[in-house]
């Protein structure tokens, strides 16, 4: 089952949605709290809007403290990966790697070494991806998954 909570933070009410595996998305603000509803539940059409468990409501705490200051690393939080695979795991895994307060570039993210395999031809240019024109390709949704798309969960 998923849930979904908004929370405040200095840039507007937030929210996260999680697992009993743990978080499965995070939402910055809409217009309103109701407009960020609605894009949850689009998303997530099966998710109930609940109170969070003690793990999420720190996540919440920490995610604000990130927004307000760029210093909280947010790297222990349990995050549930389920029907995330592949490449897309890997580059998500090399992301949270990445320092609070640090920047990376998505051509820096994946010259990390022995990170992942190639996901484009050979002949392609790392610059040729068509849908994003970012480099690597996948790197831009990967680090922000569309829980949609994820696959039936399973259990942790």
């Known amino acids: 089952m ?13 929210a996260l949605a999680w697992s009993e595996c743990g978080l499965t998305g995070v ?4 217009a309103t709290p109701e407009a960020t509803r609605v894009r949850i539940e689009r998303r997530l059409s099966a998710a109930t809007e609940a109170d969070p468990p003690p793990k999420v409501a ?3 705490a920490r995610i604000a403290g990130l927004l307000e200051t760029g210093r909280v690393d947010l790297a222990d939080i349990d995050l549930d990966l389920d029907g995330i695979d592949g490449f897309e795991r890997r580059v998500l895994e090399a992301a ?3 320092a609070p307060g640090a920047t990376l570039t998505y051509g820096e993210l994946a010259t990390r070494p022995a990170r992942w395999a190639r996901p484009w031809p050979a002949t392609a240019s790392p610059s040729s991806s068509p849908a994003t024109g970012c480099w690597p390709p996948a790197a831009a949704s990967a680090a922000f998954p569309r829980p949609a798309a994820w696959k039936a969960r399973r259990a942790c």
């Open 58 to 60: 720190e996540a919440m």
């Open 2 to 14: 998923i849930s979904y909570a908004l929370f405040p933070t200095t840039i507007g009410e937030c």
């Open 96 to 98: 949270r790697g990445i």
């Open 27 to 30: 939402w910055f603000p809409e």
